[in-house]
């Protein structure tokens, strides 16, 4: 490709809580990627079992035989701590096992077991598998290493959730070059698909509807000739149409007691089974009125069969599609704009295809006509691939100018326990911004900075980010001593904090990279080898599979060629014997040994059984028959 960049290939990944989907700016256009099994994109799970780890549909197909070591919505972990509130709910709901580490501040981990050993999972490092995965994915179509990428974020994800994200990439050995919010990478694809069609488009204002399986963001974008200025943003990092499938599975559980006096909540692999049939139910409520859920021998031998219609669908959730519209609200609030002033709202995410969620949107803004022109699937992996192409010096019709904001406000706890604001939220970034302090005891020679973020009044009710000291102050009355707080943050969103006393060179600072629940340097080195060890698990069992492919291929093909009308006419019926033998033992060793792990195994068995065939069929060529059957080129993939 002509003007390729150093850094590039760079790919786009949307990483979701449900859903995840890799492009790449190729052709002067974007590419949305499929994966092997032919979709434009691959489920968020992993699964562990005996013998092999499997991520995106291998792991999903499977969740109802292997609840428990089948992870998925590691999204809604990532960045947290195991004592929120959104994670002991989601514990109570989810068939896998999650338990708080304590001494990294009660850090969530998920526990598997994986050949036949307990394992423990950070979130980032589930979130790393799939990362792992739609990088192979790039790499299969491109024919080549792909290193870099732009990988998209919540809107309403904290700095906390941001890093993590970031060492999900690190881990997967991903270059990440920005991390992007994703209805800004939303409004980017829909902004450059409105200049495509109107080249002389006027400013727009448009409010970007984001809602998928397990997060939930709104953001209005001021869209002109050459920029994509963020106004406002709000939303929810723990509503999605994994909510929608639980309430459904919650109502299914409930009928199941009441109709066969048996309950269902206490097995995992009943409820994975049940909430797999939710999520297709909710999915063809989207244009039918009425579904049927049908699972067979669900609990103790006893079939569920019921129906739900679209309307009790609606009413059980009504709460939560209600949910959504506050935020768009709050958004236009912030942004100091009234519904009249947005020009277009578009909808991204797979959840907004539920029409009760489509009719209260359109209802709010008066009847107005929602955008459908993106697909609400990849939307935001089109988007995170032109910015990708862009900063990896790929040549592109006309750059831009990105100017994204701040979701939370950033400050500091002062001596009365207030929130100190110093970065307000809705800030324009990359930004810095400082405010000066007092000592507040006399003589005092050591400040502690605590850094906060959140909207609460007082400081400890926000989310605690990190803390550091600064030393060696000059002794003096209280209020003397002056301190100036920095507060700046990158274009990723990342959050680098600098206390420094004034008129002096005394200082210290703190990159929001280490606080108390995210993973060290050295536990994400550790981790970085542990993918790659596990990837060459993956690759020594693909390996595995393809040996033994190839020697069930060569026996089917010997018998075809044995059972033949060619066969039975030939000379060489003295040697059908002896080959019928070596196949039959064939055929009984790979039933006796199918579980084996070592294609060494599988190989050596190939070539026996050649040496014995292959000489046989040769002679029959060589006589000018024609044995009907070509035989493949066996070679591992």
Known sequence: MEG???????????????YSCVGVWQHDRVEIITNNQGNRTTPSSVAFTQTERLIGEAAKNQVGANPTNTIYDAKRLIGRRFTEETVQSDIKLWPFKVLSCRHKDNKPMIVVTYKGEEKHFAAEEISSMVLMKMKETAEAYLGTEVKNAVITVPAYFNDSQRQAT?????????NVMRIINEPTAAAIAYGLEKKAVDKKAAARNVLVFDLGGGTFDVSLVTLEKNSFEVKAISGNTHLGGGDFDNRMVNHFVAEFMRKHNQDVSGNPRALARLKAACERAKRTLSFTTETTVQLDCLHEGTDLFSTISRARFEKMNMDLFQDCMDPVEKCLRDAKMGKSEIHDVVLVGGSTRIPKVEQLLQDFFNGKELCKSLNPDEAVAYG??????ILSGVRYSERFLLVDITPLSLGTNVASGDMSVVIPRNTPIPTIMERRYLTFLDYQTIVNVPVYEGERLIAKHNNFLGTFDICNIRPA???VAKITVSFEIDANGILTVTAQEQD???KNQITITNHSGRL?????DRLVEEAKKYRAEDMERKKVLNAKLNLERYVNNIWDIMNGRIWRRSTLMQDKNAIEDTVERTIQWLDWNSHLNEASLFEEKLNELKNVCDSVIAQMHLKGADVGTKFPKIEPK
């Open 4 to 18: 390729k960049g150093e850094e590039w290939p760079a790919i786009g990944i949307d990483l979701g809580t449900t």
């Open 166 to 174: 970031k060492d999900a990439g690190t881990i997967a050995g991903i």
């Open 384 to 389: 995170a691939s032109i910015h990708a192409a």
């Open 477 to 479: 009355p209280a209020g």
């Open 504 to 506: 002096t060179d005394n």
């Open 520 to 524: 060290s340097r050295a536990e994400i």
